[in-house]
């Protein structure tokens, strides 16, 4: 009986909450979107009036670091929610999880992807429509169609002074200093020159190519 009650009143929510209003607008890319204090003030409601309440609860997450277009590095957080309605009247419990993702150059990375997760986590389990379909997404497909920018010349010259020093240190031929560095980037991707590289591949390199170089320096000093 009791837990009927409860899937009773979560079935209330779905009869009072039929749509949510885009009323967020990402200026970026143009586009309006329900945001998580519209999607939650809307059920809110419906739940204190059921007495029911939902408790998040976040059970892992995970952090990696991502170079944008920019050269930039942010953070991008995957986090597993796991989300509990409890009748205040019968003490019945149900649980369900959901996941989240946010990416931010700062701190705020957990807190996108709590805030997301718990946004389609209502969406999804109160069936609540927006008129958003991720397959109807062409600005995504769009962007994924665009070519990567590619490495400036600043980024190519500097990487050339580097492999001629290293060269000449290790005495040796460019090419030895080329193919080493096509091996250590090899899991990640492949270049046949260093014209053909994104910006975000130079600047990979350019790391890999720095760290050999001061390793070389502080051989050197401490011989």
């Not at 059920?43 to 991502?66: F, G, N, W, Y």
């Not at 995504?140 to 490495?151: L, M």
């Amino acid at each position: 009986m009791t837990e009927r009650k409860l899937v009773s009143k979560l079935s209330k929510v779905m009869q009072e909450v039929k749509y949510i209003q885009k009323r967020g607008k990402n200026a970026f890319h143009g586009y309006n979107y329900a945001t998580e204090s519209d999607v939650a003030e809307k059920v809110r409601e419906v739940l204190a009036e059921q007495c029911v309440i939902m408790v998040p609860d976040m059970k892992s997450h995970t952090v990696r670091e991502h170079i944008n277009a920019k050269g930039k590095t942010e953070y991008i957080v995957t986090a597993e929610m796991e989300f509990r309605f409890i009748d205040g009247e019968t003490g019945e419990e149900l649980i369900f999880k959901m996941y989240g993702e946010g990416q931010d150059a700062g701190d705020k990375a957990v807190y996108k992807a709590i805030t997301g997760a718990q946004k389609y986590a209502l969406m999804k389990v109160f069936m609540i429509p927006t008129g958003d379909d991720p397959e109807g997404d062409t600005g995504t497909d769009e962007r994924n169609e665009e070519k990567p920018e590619t490495a400036s010349p600043k980024q190519i010259g500097l990487m050339k002074t580097i492999v001629k020093e290293l060269a000449i240190n290790g005495k040796c031929d460019e090419s030895v200093v080329y193919e080493s560095l096509k091996v250590k980037v090899k899991n990640n991707f492949e270049f046949t020159d260093l014209e053909s590289l994104t910006k975000q591949q130079a600047n990979q390199c350019i790391k890999i190519l720095t760290a050999w170089k001061e390793e070389k320096i502080n051989k050197k000093q401490g011989a």
